[in-house]
Nanobody, 117 residues
Framework: QVQLVESGGGLVQAGGSLRLSCAAS????????MGWYRQVPGKEREFVAAISGSSSIYYGDSMRGRITPSRDNGKNTVYLQMNSLKLEDTAMYLC???????????WGQGTQVTVSS
């Protein structure tokens, strides 16, 4: 059973940076990517980015140009470096493991990111 645990969220001023981490326990199939979604109460979950085992990167539209996904396969951990944060980036950020093109079915518990003015 794969478990995903996020960390690194917090309160940051607009224009600042945060780096999120997602540590996976258990074996993730090589066909899976690990990615990030975000959710604001009352809105649908939004795809942010994903990274494959070979470090191919896939971006959503909302944060493209301001984020850098990366992974450390030895630590079974993926990261999301977020820069130039905006007020509208405030959300719960969730890590997921999934096959591209299919809805994720393995989720972490999320880490809250709050951007203040």
């Amino acid at each position: 059973q794969v478990q995903l645990v996020e960390s690194g969220g917090g309160l940051v001023q607009a224009g600042g940076s945060l780096r999120l981490s997602c540590a996976a326990s258990g074996s993730i199939p090589s066909s899976y990517v690990m990615g990030w979604y975000r959710q604001v109460p009352g809105k649908e979950r939004e795809f942010v980015a994903a990274i494959s085992g070979s470090s191919s990167i896939y971006y959503g539209d909302s944060m493209r140009g301001r984020i850098t996904p990366s992974r450390d396969n030895g630590k079974n951990t993926v990261y999301l470096q977020m820069n130039s944060l905006k007020l509208e980036d405030t959300a719960m950020y969730l890590c997921a493991a999934f096959i591209l093109g299919y809805p994720p079915h393995v989720w972490g518990q999320g880490t809250q990111v709050t951007v203040s003015s």
